[in-house]
């Protein structure tokens, strides 16, 4: 009877799921947290919030599915890559919002664009450290975040506070111990395990120092881990943090002394959750299981992460520097391995935005809630009525003259630029819900062609992707998958657990920490997943040789769309030159 716990804390919701030693699923439950928007590009939570969700989604998961608390021999987390905020003292949330800094939200969430200027700081410096992180580093890491707080907080305020990466703050919570992750470390707040060339290594003092956060350094980098982490040490994905204490076991409904294994970011956990599947990728034939799988196979596959972001997770023996895409991260997820993470800032949130935005948009909802179904559901229904109806030859003609470039939340990768927006080619006074439909289909493929262009970058500097394994609820949506595959002719593999893969990902660190011998050694979790994994299903790209056709040169104006806009952008900058803002 062993079982283990797998925590997911995603922008929108945490859930919790039980799996068996087998790497079944035995019980799921969701709880939908908090998120507060104090002003525009300002995205906050709470981890008190946070953890009142896992709580009960923990407490469901177990009492629905009749699992005997003492059956729980392992806990996974894994969570966005927010920053959580704590005082160093008294170990409280410290309130993130300014200007009083008195609410009990203490995370300020990847998503949140608080700290422009402090991003611009960040990268004139042109340290050694950019490589390691894109080249650039992203205002959704939590450096410019820390800064913005020094720039903005109380001094007395700020030099009381200590700062986690939230899925860390979450095994701290779990078991009052300090010891923090490789990948949240490495891939939020840079810190460097070992560079290729030797010049990059641990927590850079004389960046820190010129951006003007030397307070991390005191202390032996106390504040965010310590000078190698707590014993020297930082950990990978599911090493041994410590165990459940009495607090979190009574607040979880769980027995006190359960392995907690080190967290990880979402993504990486939808990366575990996935990539280890046993598949054949060769021919048309779906679901067929194969009997090896050696590790390299990683190598070409590529994980794509889609909730209300997509991150796309490439793992490589060797660093690959691959301009705007983050990383090369080593020892994250496993040791000695390398990681590249691209990313769409916003997918599942854009497509929000997109369909609510729309006139027709309450029409449609009453309409699919009429059919009991999800707005989602409903309009791909609605595209093939549409289809039927015109006599067209397919959902894609449908599309043909819209053209629909979506970075309304910046572009995380290829490009890396915050200060991309949207654009549109074919706009109409049509408010119906067909002209709804339309422009909700020009958002899946703007998903899709950005990924192709994700896929071709990452290609390009030296990986050899040749397969998606998605995860994340945008992998119920058939014809994004389909879309997908075809864009980048792959095959795309749709998970068991479309609603828990991240989740699953999650336990087997559970599964991992619970394996600790007793010095801490754990099992390899490449093993793990070959042997908890499981296949799902494989959409093929399109075979049609119209479908290729328009794709084509949808890429083509996708690419033109955007790099004239940054073009436009410059046009404007050289035109007006100094031009004064007036206050
Ligand atoms: N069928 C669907 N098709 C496309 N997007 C979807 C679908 N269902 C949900 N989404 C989007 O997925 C996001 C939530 O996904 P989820 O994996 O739960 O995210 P998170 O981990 O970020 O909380 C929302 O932004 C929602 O708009
Ligand atoms: O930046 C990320 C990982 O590095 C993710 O986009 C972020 O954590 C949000 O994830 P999600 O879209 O699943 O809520």
Redesign the pocket.
Known sequence: MDYYIGIDV???SARACIIDNKGDIVGLASENIGLWQPQQGYYEQSTSDIWRCICISVQRAISQHNINPSWIRGIGFD????LAVFSNDTDEPVSVTGPNFDTDRNVIL??DHRPVEETEKINATNHNLLRYVGGKMSI?MEIPKILWLKNNMPKELFDRCKFYDLADALTHIATGNEKRSFCSVV??QGYVPVGVDGSVKGWQEDFLKEIGLEDLTKDNFKRIGGVNGVNGEYLSAGELVGTLCEKAAAELGLPPGIAIGSGV????A?WIGTVGAKVNLEGDELDSEVASNDRTQAFTRLAA???????HLAMSPNPVFVPGV?GPYRDTILPGYWMA?G?Q?A???LLRHIIETHPAFNQALSIAESYHTNIYDYLNEHLKEMVQEQQAPSISYLGRHFFFYGDLFGN?SPIADSRMTGSVIGLTSDKSVDSLSIYYYATLEFIALQTKQIVETLNKAGHNINSIFMS?SQCQNEILVKLIASACNVPVLIPRYVHAA?CHGAAMLGAKAASADSEGKTEDLWEIMDRMSKPGRKVLPTTDPHEKALLDVKYRVFLEQCYKQQEYRNLVDQAIGSWEKTK
């Open positions: 995603g922008t929108g969570a966005t890559c927010s990847w998503l959704e891939c939020k970011i979402d993504a990486y939808g992460v889609a909730g209300t972001s997509t991150c983050w993470e990313g800032s997918t599942g949130e995380r994340g991240v």
